[in-house]
């Protein structure tokens, strides 16, 4: 299997981007609705809605497609009461979207890391201070490559704080201005730079504001070195 062993035509006929750091959003859904169905047939559709974080409409929808295609199947427990039991294509299905997560994953990482290295070279050597924008999967990835360089986060941003991320507290972005950072490394995996948009809304100066992943969409300015000689504006 060539290149990160996803199927391009597969891909295309699903009207998928061909960016191999990108895999189908639904795909992730199903597999994560399949994992949730095999786990436990009595789960309900509110839970299911609380664990991928959408409304409970669209959980209905989602459940309904994965029926139709013959994944799932839908019992009458009791008369108001629904089971969810994974079917043997289901688990073939399953399996399948695992062993393209998994795929996906580890090219995600080795991606991440290639522009992670090229991109802090020059920065480690001149002292940058780095802070990293996020606390999920992503921002581990970020805090691992800024260890390659043996530097440490100066801060950790989210939109919210009041959490910990290994060890260290996680501030709200609106506290940003108190932080002497030269680089925020912007934690996630979105590639539709809406949270981008948002970080310079929120008063971030642009130029300071670093991509975990080379994006096509983020202009070349955005990720620009420091114009100083030590890192430092």
């Excluded at 459940?63 to 688990?91: A, E």
């Excluded at 609106?174 to 934690?187: G, N, S």
Aim: glycine share 10%.
């Amino acid at each position: 299997m060539a290149g990160n062993g996803r199927n391009p035509g597969r891909a295309a006929a699903r009207g998928e981007a061909s960016d191999p750091l990108t895999m189908d959003v639904e795909a992730r859904r199903d597999l994560r609705l399949l994992e949730a169905v095999e786990q436990d047939s009595r789960v309900t559709q509110r839970w299911l809605a609380s664990k991928l974080g959408i409304a409970l409409g669209l959980t209905n929808i989602y459940l309904k497609r994965l029926v139709r295609k013959g994944y799932i199947k839908c019992v009458n427990v009791q008369s108001n009461r629904l089971s969810y039991l994974i079917t043997p294509r289901g688990i073939a299905e399953k399996a399948r979207l695992t062993y393209e997560f998994i795929e996906y994953s580890l090219q995600l990482y080795g991606d991440v890391r290639q522009h992670m290295r090229t991109m802090l070279a020059e920065r480690a050597v001149s002292g940058c201070r780095v802070a990293i924008y996020g606390r999920g999967e992503a921002a581990e990835l970020a805090y691992l490559s800024l260890k390659e360089f043996r530097l440490e986060p100066i801060a950790v941003f989210d939109d919210e704080g009041g959490h910990d991320f290994l060890g260290m507290p996680v501030r709200p972005i609106a506290e940003h201005t108190e932080v002497p950072y030269d680089l925020m490394v912007v934690a996630t995996l979105d590639g539709s730079g809406q949270g981008w948009a948002q970080l310079i809304k929120d008063g971030v100066d642009p130029e300071k504001l670093f991509p975990l992943r080379q994006i096509p969409a983020i202009s070349s300015r955005a990720v620009a070195a420091p114009r100083s000689g030590n890192g430092r504006r």
